[in-house]
């Protein structure tokens, strides 16, 4: 499927940007970054007023199952482009980048959904429109379930220019270290089967693969599918460590955790008989919050898809969507910039996502 947006796009959507904003009616406020290393790991904090006017469902909200919701009926001056019958592409009223773009579908489907074909080729005909007409890298991210740091339950994904935190980021550091390590790049003829690679030093589990030659929605999508059945493996095998560490009674971080069974690493509930014979959970060492063993963050620009495997959104309204996985946080406050810290910073990564169980 190949879509074509009017040639006036997306000029014409930046314009609408600069004048909505002007209007009062859409916020951007470009901030400085600070940069920051920890374990090795390179953060990049920003806090901007509009991520603190951003509002964010609940995750049992009934938003999230299609009952009202921005994107049902979308205001007309926000709406830019139409890529095709079934996706509507709106400016983004709480922007952190210079334009941003939100493509949802038009009629409801949940944010809990994998993307399909359709909106593969909505998404690539925004990417390529930005690429080829406004000579600019294009980015996509796509947040997948309320532990992925969805903010909305209508089906979107989010396009912008690609951002520059001031460092490389660990997708594109993971492939010079493996293609230097192999002593080749991956040509076109091999694009297919591209080795799909994680970051030697990175403490939670993501799947990387390069894309090369002439990008199709098709080729996307087939790139999606492999790294989406690594995100459907690791969930499995870091779910079935949880049950097992359950059945044998320590929590795999802690040590034993006495008569009630064991807890896993850091919350996933395992459901059984206490005791006494009444129902009953392990509970997690750390936080009584439920794992999620399905979310998933998408990251992709014309160069490479990421993909990460998610537990959990955050804590205490601290947490991350798929920027943040990759070091670019855009904060509300001070407030939420300590507590990173208090967090642990890449711990809290680990905590959200998956551990890796390659690394010692």
Avoid at 137 to 150: K, S
Avoid at 168 to 176: G, I, K, Q, S, W
Avoid at 228 to 248: F, I, S
Avoid at 252 to 271: E, I, L, M, R, V
């Amino acid at each position: 499927m190949d879509i074509q947006l009017p040639p006036e796009f997306p000029q014409s959507a930046v314009d609408q940007f600069d004048l909505l904003r002007e209007q009062g009616l859409l916020f951007y406020f470009p901030t400085d970054g600070e940069v920051v290393q920890h374990n090795g790991f390179n953060f990049e904090f920003k806090t901007s007023p509009s991520i603190a006017r951003k509002p964010i469902l609940a995750a049992d909200a009934p938003e999230r199952r299609g009952k009202g919701g921005p994107f049902v009926d979308p205001d007309p001056a926000f709406v830019v482009a139409r890529p095709g019958p079934d996706h509507v592409v709106e400016l983004s009223m709480h922007a952190m980048i210079r334009p941003h773009y939100v493509l949802h579908t038009r009629l409801f489907a949940p944010q809990t959904d994998d993307l399909d074909a359709g909106d593969w080729a909505a998404t690539w005909a925004v990417m390529a429109a930005i690429r080829d007409r406004g000579h600019q890298p294009p980015m996509m991210i796509y947040n997948c379930g309320y532990e992925g740091g969805a903010s909305q339950g209508h089906k979107h994904v989010q396009v912008f220019t690609e951002p520059d935190p001031g460092f490389t980021l660990f997708p594109v550091e993971a492939l010079a270290l493996a293609e230097k390590a192999s002593g080749n790049k991956t040509t076109t003829a091999s694009r297919e089967n591209a080795p799909i690679v994680q970051h030697p030093t990175v403490p939670f589990q993501h799947f990387v693969q390069r894309l090369t030659g002439h990008i199709t929605p098709d080729y996307i999508l087939a790139a999606y599918q492999r790294l989406l059945a690594e995100v459907r493996r690791a969930h499995k095998e870091h779910v079935e460590r949880k049950l097992a560490q359950a059945t044998n009674g320590t929590n795999g971080t802690n040590g034993a955790n006495g008569a009630n069974g064991a807890n896993g690493t850091n919350g996933y509930k395992t459901h059984k008989k206490s005791a006494s014979g009444t129902p009953g959970h392990s509970t997690p060492a750390l936080d009584d919050l439920p794992e999620s063993a399905t979310a998933y963050n998408v990251i992709m620009t014309p160069e490479w898809m990421c993909m990460i495997p998610r537990r959990r959104g955050g804590k205490d309204g601290t947490g991350a969507g798929s920027l943040g996985m990759l070091g670019m946080l855009w904060l509300k406050n001070a407030k939420e910039r300590a507590h990173w810290e208090e967090l642990g910073m890449t711990e809290h990564y680990v905590w959200m996502g998956l551990p890796r169980y390659d690394l010692k």
